[in-house]
């Protein structure tokens, strides 16, 4: 069965910082993947994704996100937090019309 | 163009009663995908409908069941229900079936039973 692992549940960075966010899939082939962010109280919202080709994809917002095969990997980054970023943040796996999703990472920001 | 509209937004039920969810996905859309997101289990995939018929259902008990009209428009009934039911239940659509489109998420229903 697949399965997505977001090893950091809790990660606080400085305004202006450098984010990773972690994402390691397990699945047999190559798996559709997103990242979706989602606000207090909010739906969740597409930030990129993943299907084939280019394994560095870019998103909204400045974040980018790169597929590494040999390592079931699919890690978001930002160059530069902002205030506004902090959120929590999901990965998922999409395959046979099944979506898992990620248990999440809850990002704070500080100033 | 219009997002997907969860309604009602908030609801309060007492154990044992039924309830009934709704969403309207994006015009056009014609995959709509039901998810329950608590703390202590997270993001779970309940069912998805693409032209009025199940496709894909996750690992929940019968008493979740769903529908979707022609229109794709599609509700979420939940019956007999437990405590553990407290969720905030998201309804996404997609253009066609999730598997490789873009799935676009409602901002949920938080269903508190007590």
């Known amino acids: 069965a697949q399965s997505v692992t977001q090893p950091d549940i809790h990660i606080t960075v400085s305004e202006g910082a450098s984010l990773e966010l972690r994402c390691n899939y397990s699945y047999g082939a190559t798996p559709y993947l997103f990242w979706y962010v989602q606000s207090p109280g909010q739906g969740l919202q597409l930030l990129l994704k993943?299907?084939?080709?280019?394994?560095l994809v870019q998103g909204i917002k400045g974040f980018e996100a790169e597929f590494k095969r040999s390592q079931s990997s699919f890690n978001l980054r930002k160059p530069s937090v902002h205030w506004s970023d902090a959120a929590e943040y999901f990965c998922?796996?999409?395959?046979?019309?099944?979506?898992?999703f990620g248990t999440g990472t809850k990002l704070q920001v500080i100033p | 163009k219009a997002g997907v509209t969860q309604t009602p937004r908030y609801l309060i039920k007492t154990r044992g009663q039924q309830v009934t969810l709704s969403c309207s996905p994006i015009s056009g859309h014609r995959s709509v995908s039901w998810y329950q997101q608590t703390p202590g289990q997270g993001l779970q995939f309940l069912f998805e409908y693409f032209s009025e018929t199940q496709r894909n259902k996750g690992n929940f008990p019968g008493r979740f069941s769903g529908r979707q009209f022609s229109n794709s428009r599609s509700e979420m009934n939940v019956s007999t229900l437990e405590l553990g039911d407290s969720a905030l239940y998201l309804c996404?659509?997609?253009?066609?079936?999730?598997?490789?489109?873009?799935?676009?998420f409602g901002q949920g229903t938080r269903l508190t039973v007590v």
């Open positions: 996404a659509s997609s253009l066609t079936q999730v598997q490789n489109t873009e799935a676009f």
């Open positions: 998922a796996v999409v395959s046979y019309q099944k979506v898992t």
């Open positions: 993943y299907f084939s080709g280019d394994t």
